[in-house]
């Protein structure tokens, strides 16, 4: 199935509540509103969430292009945000599980250590769209930094 067909009826504006967790979910949290646009890229062979959301009053801005191949559950995005990612592209790679949910990682440098992981989840529902990214330690645990939760305007 094209990566069109199954974000087709999540075309548009959506808004809802971004949550930034700052040590993961036990600690300090900070939440603001979050405005999100789904659209369609070269002739529907990508889907693009562009997305807004705050951090200590500073509006912050991101994107993400997921692309998918047809003949498997193969998944690839490029991603960046101003806050998270600033200046550089992230290239990751993932799956589509079967219950719908798009999975895609990639990795950052952190200097004087070993590359981190920076997985992001898109899960299309009905009236819905939530995204999650998780930070993931070089061992491969993983601890959730983004939830944001979207409905339309």
Known sequence: MSIQSE??????????????YLSGPEGPKKLSPSDLTVSFKANGQFVAFDYTWEYEGELQEGFLVLGSDERSD????????????RNVLMLCDGKKAPEGTFSVKGF?????HPDWGWRTEI????????????????????????ETDLTRP
């Open 108 to 112: 950052y440098k952190v200097e004087g």
């Open 74 to 85: 193969a998944v690839q995005a490029v991603w960046t945000d101003s806050w998270h990612n």
């Open 7 to 20: 974000f087709e009826g999540h075309a548009g504006r959506w808004h809802g509540t971004n949550i930034l």
């Open 123 to 146: 899960i299309p529902g009905d009236g819905t769209l939530r995204i999650g990214m998780y930070n993931v330690s070089p061992e491969g645990e993983e601890e959730l930094a983004v």
